[in-house]
């Protein structure tokens, strides 16, 4: 069956009706060069055969289940309850996208409005908004909104930032005449030596990761009172799971707090789609990007939900916009909520204690390896950075890990040539004691 609604007789009156005799004819403006190609197809097959196929090809890919991964670096594997998928995975849920009829979308808006106060109290902040497409974009809304309420050209950005989002950053402002400074993470984390003499009076705002890329905890108490001495917005862009045990933005006086919510409930999902989340002070809230739902009551008193401000210039006029990145990822956003009633106040702190507790585990047992060393010395979350002594290089290392089941640290070189042959590695709650112990066995048998 070809599935076209449409039959031989339907073509026919419709071709009737514009008045010439074939499909062909629609064509007659289109160069023939153009028209005379051929798709080397091959025939159709019977759904059996189509679902083979495709199991086929979808088991040449590895996965978590298969494999032992200890890649982080934004993306990052943790388990995920069942009840996450079980809600949001329900029909007027998973089908539902975008409120453009507020009105008539109470169930969505309400699941929106949960996640903003979800994320407002674990980081502290005053103001949500209904979710971006990602941590790298959320952390470049928060320096456009810099921009626009400081009117400054001038973004401080540290270079221990993810440097895919550094790069998203960089993207973005190209055309608008703002200048990037950034300051070296030499030892691990920000170099507040150099950020005092760097930030000035015609900062608009210094943007820091905490834990930062290469999973160390940075003194954002200090970095904000550099900041703010300057008048300068102070961007924090942060892990949710880390804040179980880590200060939350909002302890230290961030201006605006951002980051990946991938961590809260969704899958790895070969990098996408992700949630990004907003968060700022109250008084910034008329000049943050997307949607804010708020809740009020109808006309019968009734509790309800309203989109509160849309700053989408599909919304308001293009001059007034905020921006034109910031569609809300809506079913990412309920799993986050669903994932983080499910497990509370507590099984949060509970889940950042296992990630700290059995990364350290790993890195003392990883640091036992006389032919690997540590590369900073910070604290750290659940991230940490390895290098390797001698001769042996990550590829192989890595390639060898692969071929034993194993999914190794990322190698660091292309992004930080100062680090060469250093690998980063990441340990989730996910990682049973036998699995790192593995990990340290099959490093001790190669390096061997």
Do not use: W
Not at 244 to 267: R, T
């Amino acid at each position: 069956m070809d599935y076209i609604p449409n039959t031989e007789r339907d073509r026919e009156i419709m071709l009737k009706e514009m008045g010439i005799s074939s499909f062909e004819a629609l064509l007659e403006s289109i160069p023939k060069a153009l028209r005379k190609f051929s798709l080397p197809l091959p025939g159709g097959l019977s759904e059996p055969q189509a679902l083979k196929a495709l199991k086929d090809l979808s088991e040449k890919n590895g996965n978590t289940d298969t494999y032992i991964s200890f890649l982080g670096a934004g993306a990052y594997d943790h388990y995920i309850p069942s009840v996450v998928d079980h809600l949001a995975s329900r029909s007027e849920f998973y089908t539902c996208y975008t409120p453009y009829q507020p009105e008539v979308s109470q169930g969505t808006l309400q699941a929106v409005y949960e996640f903003q106060t979800l994320m407002c109290e674990l980081t502290g902040m005053d103001v949500a908004n209904s979710s971006l497409y990602d941590g790298s974009t959320a952390l470049t809304e928060a320096a456009l909104l810099s921009i626009r309420l400081k009117e400054k050209n001038k973004i401080i950005c540290s270079r221990a930032i993810h440097p895919e989002y550094r790069q998203v950053l960089k993207t973005y402002l190209k055309g608008m005449q703002t200048g990037i400074v950034e300051i070296d993470a030499p030892e691990g984390v920000t170099d507040i030596n150099r950020l005092e003499k760097v930030v000035d009076d015609n900062t608009a705002a210094v943007l820091v990761q905490n834990p930062n890329f290469f999973g160390c905890v940075e003194d954002m108490e200090t970095i904000s009172d550099i900041v703010h001495k300057h008048g300068a917005l102070f961007v924090a862009c942060v892990n949710p799971v880390s804040l179980g045990i880590l200060k939350p933005p909002g302890e230290y006086n961030a201006d605006i707090a951002v980051g990946e919510a991938q961590v809260l409930g969704n899958y790895l999902n070969y990098g996408g789609p992700y949630l990004g989340f907003f968060t700022a002070k109250k008084d910034f809230l008329r000049k943050m990007p997307g949607r804010i739902t708020g809740e009020t009551v109808d006309g019968a008193g009734k509790r309800c939900f309203v989109l509160t401000l849309q700053a989408r210039e599909q919304h308001i006029r293009r001059e007034k916009a905020t921006s034109n990145i910031c569609t809300n990822q809506a079913l990412l956003a309920l799993r986050a909520c669903i994932y983080l009633s499910a497990l509370g106040k507590k099984g949060v702190v509970e889940l950042s204690r296992l990630n700290f507790q059995k990364s350290h585990y790993a890195y003392e047992r990883l640091c036992d390896l006389k032919i690997l060393e540590t590369a900073f010395q910070q604290p750290f979350f659940h991230e940490f950075v390895m290098k390797i002594k001698g001769n042996l290089r990550i590829g192989k290392i890595n390639k060898d890990l692969l071929a034993k089941g194993i999914v190794g640290g990322l190698e660091l070189s292309g992004l930080y040539p100062d680090l060469d042959n250093s690998m980063l590695l990441c340990v989730t709650e996910t990682k049973t004691k036998e699995s790192i112990d593995r990990l340290v066995t099959e490093l001790a048998q190669i390096f061997n």
